[in-house]
């Protein structure tokens, strides 16, 4: 008898990693960015984020946390202590319930919600 070959076994594993590999299919979500010529309202666009659904209403609201983003407060808490105007990407608003954020585990920003946040503390986190 002859010594037993291990040639199929690795053709074999790695056929599989090939076709696993190549059989992946992802799906990119794509959405418009806002646009940076028209004014972001925090009334109308960057509010409705925060408390539509409890969104992050939930738990940042009075008494739960120190992060109010109840209705009549959100503005103030907000702004300046989570907003940098110099650095809009840096803004704590933005990074940490961000898509990517690995620090914030509840409630996130969809990709386009991040990305309208950002384009309102570009254009100067205004109450408007």
Request: hydrophobic share 35%.
């Amino acid at each position: 008898m002859g010594k037993p070959t291990t040639k199929p076994i690795v053709f074999f594993t790695f056929f599989m990693l090939l076709f696993s590999l190549l059989s992946c299919e992802y799906e990119f979500i794509e959405f418009d960015a806002p646009d940076s010529t028209t004014p972001v309202k925090f009334s109308e666009s960057i509010l409705p984020i925060f408390t539509t659904n409890d969104n992050c209403t939930a738990c940042h609201r009075i008494g739960f946390t120190s992060v109010d983003f109840t209705a009549g407060k959100a503005y103030n808490t907000i702004v300046p202590r989570l907003i940098n105007v110099s650095y809009p990407d840096s803004s704590t608003i933005y990074r940490i319930p961000g898509p990517t954020s690995t620090v914030h585990q509840y409630k996130k920003l969809t990709p386009p919600e991040a990305a309208l946040v950002l384009e309102w503390i570009r254009q100067g986190a205004e109450n408007n």
